[in-house]
């Protein structure tokens, strides 16, 4: 589960993490007064400005104009009226773009360096790991694309935790030192104590800034937290924000569905994760484009192979259908019965391909087999599966 930006700052400041001051708003009128509370928190003069920033569950909201910048408080209403109610189209979001429902103003800071830290997991490896480099900012995913070196890798060691040693070259490589090398190793234990308290999955400060008058602090803050976790954190999860969500993602959650929306036309209903992901990626190596992941779960019924399918084809861009169960818990006569309970309540005009293998697999083809009505194709091996349907989807 994704957090606003605002939101994670809240958990930062609750770890002792440096965050600039900020307010988040939620109509233009909220957005004028913040502007004058900041103004006075901060005690400046005239020159006072803050950020207002759109707070959405992607990233590269600068480049997209999602970050403008108030020097006054009717400035911060009429951007804030900018940015509400709108869609933020960035990098991250795909071309629908996102909902602004809320903005954050916080105070404007001067720095003198820009860097980045993380926290996050290392699948590979099974363990977390901290990520730091002296590359911070906007363009930190070309970095690691084209200069991996100048990003840092620290493994954390789940029995043993965070270690001084480890926070002290975490602190070396962003090149810290003085006064900024005992906040940094601060930060950084703040980070590990943040993500075994909340079970987080993902940390981010980019940029972590060194500023003029000597601080670091963290300008920017994302977070995402272990939704496998979340019945443990109910006053986190009350935090989703479901705006921010794909609406058929949201309900294959509700209906206990691991599903994910991908850009392609080939509509996939597959049970298990890994056979899932073998599905997508053989579908792209003959040539065609997954729309969505989509695990129907090993223990399945037929009520659930019939909702996944709905799910499938409620998305207009699926040109066709790939079902490929192979069954073990899950039977493919209830795949067969589910896939006909769906065609009866759906208008289905795409072709369907399906490769059935396991438990009751002949009932399950039989089934299938005197639905007539059906553009339905049975097919025994998967590459055949993956081809056809390709082929099928144009």
């Known amino acids: 589960m994704k957090l606003h930006e605002y939101q994670a700052k809240q958990l930062f400041a609750s770890v002792g993490i440096p965050i600039p001051r900020g307010i988040v708003a939620n109509t233009s009128s909220?957005?004028?007064?913040?502007?004058?509370?900041?103004?006075?928190?901060?005690?400046?003069?005239?020159?006072?400005?803050?950020?207002?920033?759109?707070?959405?569950?992607?990233?590269?909201?600068?480049?997209?104009?999602?970050?403008?910048?108030?020097?006054?408080?009717?400035?911060?209403?009429?951007?804030?009226?900018?940015?509400l109610g709108k869609r933020l189209v960035t990098k991250q979001?795909?071309?629908?773009?996102?909902?602004?429902?809320?903005?954050?103003?916080?105070?404007?800071?001067?720095?003198?360096?820009?860097?980045?830290?993380?926290?996050?997991?290392?699948?590979?490896?099974?363990?977390?790991?901290?990520?730091?480099?002296?590359?911070?900012?906007?363009?930190?995913?070309?970095?690691?694309?084209?200069e991996p070196a100048a990003i840092i890798r620290e493994p954390v060691d789940v029995a043993d935790g965070l270690s001084d040693a480890a926070c002290h070259r975490v602190a070396e490589a962003l090149g810290c030192v003085g006064p900024h090398a005992t906040s940094c190793r601060e930060i950084v234990r703040a980070l590990w104590k943040l993500c075994v308290t909340s079970d987080t999955s993902l940390i981010e400060v980019n940029p972590l800034v060194e500023t003029q008058d000597g601080r670091l602090v963290a300008l920017d803050a994302k977070v995402t937290l272990d939704d496998n976790a979340l019945f443990r954190?109910?006053?986190?999860?009350?935090?989703?924000?479901?705006s921010q969500e794909q609406s058929l993602e949201l309900k294959a959650g509700r209906i206990g569905i691991s599903y994910v929306g991908?850009?392609?036309?080939?509509?996939?209903?597959?049970?298990?994760?890994?056979?899932?992901?073998?599905?997508?990626?053989?579908?792209?190596?003959?040539?065609?484009?997954?729309?969505?992941?989509?695990?129907?779960?090993?223990?399945?019924n037929v009520e659930q192979v019939t909702n996944a399918f709905a799910i499938i084809l409620a998305d207009a861009r699926v040109k066709a259908v790939l079902v490929n169960i192979f069954g073990g818990i899950?039977?493919?006569?209830?795949?067969?019965?589910?896939?006909?309970?769906?065609?009866?309540?759906?208008?289905?005009?795409?072709?369907?391909?399906?490769?059935?293998?396991?438990?009751?697999?002949?009932?399950?083809?039989?089934?299938?087999?005197?639905?007539s009505r059906l553009n339905l194709i049975s097919v025994d091996e998967l590459e055949d599966a993956a081809r056809r349907v390709v082929e099928v989807a144009g």
């Open 93 to 146: 979001t795909g071309s629908l773009g996102l909902p602004v429902s809320a903005v954050l103003l916080d105070e404007r800071i001067a720095v003198t360096r820009e860097l980045y830290l993380a926290l996050t997991v290392d699948r590979f490896n099974a363990r977390p790991i901290i990520l730091a480099s002296r590359r911070g900012g906007m363009e930190i995913e070309e970095v690691a694309a084209s």
């Open 262 to 300: 991908l850009d392609g036309t080939i509509g996939c209903l597959v049970n298990g994760a890994g056979l899932a992901m073998a599905t997508n990626d053989i579908i792209t190596l003959c040539g065609g484009s997954p729309a969505n992941f989509l695990d129907v779960g090993g223990g399945a």
């Open 30 to 83: 909220e957005a004028e007064r913040a502007f004058e509370t900041l103004k006075r928190q901060c005690s400046v003069g005239s020159d006072f400005a803050c950020n207002v920033k759109a707070q959405l569950h992607a990233g590269g909201r600068g480049k997209a104009g999602g970050v403008l910048v108030a020097r006054s408080a009717q400035e911060a209403a009429s951007q804030a009226i900018q940015l």
């Open 233 to 242: 954190h109910p006053e986190l999860a009350a935090w989703r924000d479901e």
């Open 330 to 371: 899950m039977r493919c006569d209830w795949v067969a019965q589910g896939l006909l309970n769906a065609t009866q309540q759906l208008e289905v005009k795409v072709p369907i391909v399906v490769r059935l293998q396991g438990t009751n697999v002949e009932e399950g083809r039989r089934l299938l087999k005197s639905a």
